[in-house]
């Protein structure tokens, strides 16, 4: 008895291997490093808030030592009286930034489906480490200090960075098919941990010369980084002579590899025959509308999910160095470097977990499973002890459980819904839905962010991570339509195969 098509699994790096050259791997190391390097100068910021408060902040004079006068211009320089207004500052900073990198999330992924994504990108890269540069270490050298400066200039960057996430996964999308997706993909989007690893890194190796020299260096980098993709990127295989993803499509083999996950195996031939193009489509398909995206099935609901679990990720993102200095005195330093052990969970979650998601070709079931196991480590991560040891082993379990399934709906997932039946694999819905998905994120996490600095100075950080355990079940209840029909499409293609044996 013959399964029917969808339930002829392929193996998951069967495409893959056999389509993968030299320019797949080119574009895979640029767009990998090309978004890590973004997320090195915003994790440079999160490492050096200890600095920056103490900078912003009169310095604390002991009971024997000498008055020092005028006092208005001995504390000329500081931005606040304490530290408790300059956290809240600085998360406040957080939060403008993710609002603007929210709103531009949305006109990125549009701006990039129209121009060329290499040009977006550099200009992203190199104008986003001018102002890190001009935010984070000419302010110093000059000592020039001004709350709507750091504002404006904060906003000015949430801007430029979002142009990153969309056009890189919109390349990667152009490039790497259906065929082991979620492997693919999952091991990619370690981008941002390793650019959380290599901020943490570069930011503790020169925190002891000041903190200006973090941004310095970290800003350095990334422009240089935006000038060799200006210059190296390829954002689709027809620039090199090479068949574009769905246009080999009489290649049996991979007919149902290359199917995305987002496409209903039970629709109609008819409603398959639907889509946002027109019927006689050129070779150059039309970059479909802002709410086109939105219509598309599973859009609105991941892109409610991901604005859950965003906030969690990006709390620990730009909150994790901060919280284990704070609560269990350890040094700044010490406190960046223990606090790579959540990225590397969140890169072993992603890899494994896209794998997983491959070989059941469902994503959803196994979002939901590592997103349970989430709220225990959450819980469990709340009452870690005094111990560097311990906590950075619950603190990696926790990344692999939060990291993993943030890094696949931000990548592998957002990439299926940008390849659905709809839009027949066009390249031009990628980068739009992309930016839809992770803007929607970006404001829940930029909501999240003030949320945090208010609960922690009210409550204390208990509570805040009781709030992160309810955002992280909100995840799950908002795709559990999702989760239902894909585990009844499991249920029912396993008694297909009952049948069949």
Known sequence: MALPGSLRRQPANRGLVSHCTHHHIVVFLLTFFSYSLLHASRKTFSNVKVSISSQWTPSCLNSTAPELRPYELWNSS?????????????????????????????????????????????????SSALVVFFFGTLTEWLHFYNKWFYCCLWVVNGLLQSTGWPCVVAVMGNWFGKAGRGFVFGLWSACA???????????????????????????????????????????????????????????????????????SDDA?????????????????????????????????????????????????????????????GWKEAEADQLSIWYDVGGIIGGTIQGLISDVLQKRAPVLAISLLFAVGSLF????????????????????????????????????????????KGSSEALATVTGIVDGTGSIGAAVGQYLV??????????????????????????????????IKLLLHERRLRMLAE
């Open 268 to 328: 109609d031939d008819d409603d398959r025959n639907y889509s946002i193009q027109a019927a006689d489509t050129d070779n150059q398909p039309q970059a479909i509308g802002f709410f086109q995206a939105c219509c598309l099935p599973g859009v609105v609901l991941y892109s409610l999910a991901y604005a859950c679990l965003k906030l969690v990720n990006y709390s620990f993102f730009f909150w994790l160095p901060f919280y284990l200095s704070n609560n269990f």
């Open 453 to 486: 600095s208010l609960i922690q100075e009210n409550l204390g950080w208990m509570w805040v991570f009781y709030f992160f355990i309810l955002m992280t079940s909100s995840t799950i209840l908002f795709i559990s339509p999702l989760i239902v029909r894909e």
């Open 380 to 423: 469990g991560y709340s009452r870690s002890p005094n111990s560097k040891p311990i906590n950075a082993v619950i603190m990696t379990i926790t990344g692999f459980f939060i990291g993993g399934p943030s890094n696949m709906i931000s990548s592998a997932i957002s990439a299926d819904l940008g390849r659905q039946d709809l839009v």
């Open 193 to 263: 941990s390793v650019g959380n690893i290599l901020g943490a890194f570069l930011a503790s190796c020169v925190l002891k010369y000041g903190y200006e020299y973090a941004f310095l260096v970290t800003a350095s980098v990334q422009f240089a980084g935006g000038v060799i993709v200006f210059f190296g990127l390829l954002t689709s295989p027809k620039e090199v002579g090479l068949p574009e993803l769905g246009a080999d499509e009489d290649i049996s083999v991979e007919e149902d590899a290359n199917r995305p996950l987002m496409g």
């Open 78 to 126: 500081h931005l606040f009286p304490n530290a408790e207004e300059a956290t809240l500052f600085l998360g406040t900073l957080d939060t403008i930034f993710l609002f603007s990198y929210a709103v531009g999330l949305f006109v990125s992924g549009i701006v990039g489906d129209r121009l060329n994504l290499r040009w977006v990108l550099s200009f992203g890269m190199c």
